[in-house]
């Protein structure tokens, strides 16, 4: 029922509502002059309904299990706190504070002006939230904009959670301005922040933060933007003494100019799980601690270990620290546990100091099933591990051109399965061509998002990682399971498919090498005759089908030649990328 004549009205027609009492719509400026005289007179499950407009006021919503929204949606119904007509004290343009719960909605306006609540605890003043103030309140906040929200110095510039578990979904965070978090600043607060966009922030675009009393700040971000946001530390996220987990977001452009983390920081005491997320072009400046070094994309300080699952790095700097990546703190230094990098690509970063993608200092890591692609540093291109350092690197993939991918002064490394690491013919690693579907993608350039580091059905890195390792994410970049065919490929990526298994030398797939394959080679090169596994014919593996293979097959046979090369004599599939095709052989299973 839609009320709009006057108070008198709205009371008369909720008493003879009967079931709808106490679900009314009270529309403003149609039944009350000011948001605020709405929300005093409204019940719990009433809805406040703002036509389209500028509301000049700082409104509080009282406990109230209302929704406060707008008929015509965000781009044209705004909340201006600039006015602090609460008191100069209570500058937020909204407050929840009085044990506000999810039924407690905000949605479908804008939210500008704010300058934060003032709040003295334990001798401390702080400022919070300048566009949104929750304490011990958990609303929710969907399809809402934060625009010129700032508390400077403060905890939170669009919104500051305190010991709160709000959920904030579909959110625009835009030119906030926050010393200790610009978009959100969760103090003690395991809010639940999803699809949400934090663009052009001054400070960082979230910052997760304890209360005093330690209390951590456990969000769960989801399916987030961060883009061209800059901070102090962690242009997209900042996290302290908190464990956040990111999953499915990108950081684009974001710039951290003090210790670094241009993506995101996890500093004293912080791990944060982050699964599936992309990083491109971010920038670290590390200015100050330049031996510790704080990536590009992410970056560690005194904190406990770090899991980063599935996620793609490219063109990130560190300009006067180490790491492109992922570098600093959690992966040297004070680490106090070990940290854990799976099915990540790193394309393109670069560092002004050892370390191109990553650089570990004084504390154990592991990485497997990794790609690295052109990452460049004055010295270990891709990985630098420095210090007191446990390094384990296993089924890795680095770019053959590298000229140092790996430098350590590690207590111990351990590199095992890995293709182009340094090492070759031990621990299952080797050298080879990976056989990349297009590195450099169609921009030309290497370093952009769409580089394209999938392996073809002809590299050697397909099937020849080790399957026995205990990974803690059982899915390659794409989220695809990491066991296809029996096998465990090198790299980020699990080839989608099974290359054909044959035999060398084979060539006519009647499952023996004997006389009639060089004769078959040879009616296949002069009087062509089909083949339809033209690799079995490569005897001697050259990557070309010519006059060499059956004279090759020859000598084994008569004249105590080498055997031919693998797979031989049992069935597998080629590893050496030569590229010659094999559609069909079916002497093996």
């Known amino acids: 029922?839609?009320?709009?004549?006057?108070?008198?009205?709205?009371?008369?027609?909720m008493l003879v509502s009967g079931p709808l009492a106490g679900q009314a719509v009270i529309q403003v400026p149609t039944d009350f002059a000011t948001i605020q005289a709405a929300i005093d007179f409204a019940s719990d499950g009433d809805t406040v309904e703002l036509l389209p407009g500028t509301y000049v006021e700082n409104v509080d919503l009282l406990g109230k299990a209302i929704v406060l929204t707008s008929t015509d949606g965000a781009s044209v119904t705004t909340i201006d706190g600039s006015a602090c007509t609460?008191?100069?004290?209570?500058?937020?343009?909204?407050?929840?504070?009085?044990?506000e719960g999810r039924d407690t909605v905000l949605t479908g306006l804008t939210i500008t002006g704010g300058s934060g609540?003032?709040?003295v605890s334990s001798g401390l003043t702080t400022i919070r939230g300048g566009g949104m103030y929750s304490e011990l309140a958990s609303p929710t906040v969907t399809d809402c904009v934060f625009v010129g929200n700032g508390v400077f110095t403060g905890y939170g510039g669009g919104i500051c959670n305190y010991?709160?578990?709000?959920?904030?979904?579909?959110?625009?965070?835009?030119?906030?301005?926050?010393?200790?978090?610009?978009?959100?600043?969760?103090l003690g607060s395991n809010a639940t922040i999803s699809n949400c966009t934090f663009l052009s922030n001054s400070g960082s675009g979230i910052a997760n933060r304890p209360t005093l009393s330690g209390g951590p700040s456990d969000a769960t971000i989801t399916a987030c933007t961060f883009i061209g946001n800059i901070a102090h530390n962690g242009g997209g996220v900042f996290n302290s003494d908190s464990h956040?987990?990111?999953?499915?977001?990108t950081f684009e452009g974001n710039t951290a100019f003090e210790l670094g983390g241009g993506g995101i920081m996890n500093f004293s005491d912080s791990s944060s799980l982050v699964v599936g997320c992309t990083f491109v072009g971010n920038l670290?400046?590390?200015?100050?601690?330049?031996?510790?070094?704080?990536?590009?994309?992410?970056?560690?300080?005194?904190?406990?270990?770090?899991?980063?699952?599935?996620c793609s790095f490219f063109g990130n700097i560190s300009d006067g620290g180490v790491g492109g990546g992922v570098s600093g703190g959690a992966f040297g230094g004070t680490s106090t546990d070990t940290c854990f990098l799976e099915s990540c690509v790193f394309s393109g970063n670069s560092a002004t100091y050892p370390g191109g993608?990553?650089?570990?200092?004084?504390?154990?890591?592991?990485?497997?099933?990794?790609?690295?692609?052109?990452?460049?540093?004055?010295?270990?291109?891709?990985?630098?591990?420095?210090?007191?350092t446990a390094g384990l690197l296993e089924n890795c993939l680095f770019h053959p051109g590298d000229p140092i991918s790996i430098i350590h002064t590690?207590?111990?490394?351990?590199?095992?399965?890995?293709c182009n690491a340094g090492v070759d013919g031990v621990g299952g690693n080797f050298y080879a061509e990976p056989q990349f579907v297009d590195p450099p993608g169609a921009d030309g350039v290497v370093g952009t998002a769409d580089d394209d580091l999938h392996l073809r059905v002809t590299s050697p890195c397909i099937d020849t990682g080790d399957a026995t390792l205990g990974l803690l994410w059982d899915f390659d970049l794409d989220g695809q399971a990491r066991t296809i065919c029996g096998g465990v490929d090198i790299g980020a990526d699990e080839f989608d498919g099974c290359p054909e298994s044959f035999v060398r030398g084979d060539g006519n797939d009647d499952g023996a090498v004997d006389i009639g394959d060089p004769v078959h080679a040879l009616s296949y090169l002069f009087m062509g005759e089909d083949a339809s596994c033209l690799d079995a014919h490569d005897s001697n593996d050259d990557g070309a089908v010519d006059i060499g293979d059956p004279v090759y097959t020859l000598g084994h046979l008569f004249s105590g030649g080498p055997a031919p090369l693998l797979p031989y004599p049992d069935c597998g599939s080629d590893r050496t990328g030569d590229g010659i095709a094999c559609e069909s052989y079916l002497a093996c299973p």
């Open 1 to 13: 029922m839609r009320l709009r004549n006057s108070k008198l009205a709205i009371v008369v027609a």
């Open 86 to 99: 609460t008191g100069s004290e209570l500058c937020s343009t909204i407050s929840c504070r009085n044990g």
């Open 117 to 119: 609540t003032t709040v």
């Open 163 to 186: 010991n709160n578990v709000a959920e904030i979904t579909d959110c625009e965070f835009t030119g906030n301005t926050g010393r200790r978090g610009a978009g959100i600043t969760n």
């Open 244 to 249: 956040p987990t990111i999953t499915s977001c």
């Open 284 to 310: 670290a400046m590390g200015a100050m601690f330049v031996d510790d070094g704080f990536g590009g994309a992410i970056g560690n300080l005194q904190a406990e270990g770090s899991t980063i699952l599935g």
């Open 357 to 388: 993608a990553i650089s570990v200092q004084s504390t154990d890591v592991v990485v497997r099933n990794c790609t690295f692609n052109q990452d460049s540093a004055v010295s270990g291109s891709s990985v630098a591990l420095l210090g007191n």
């Open 410 to 418: 590690a207590s111990s490394l351990i590199v095992s399965h890995c």
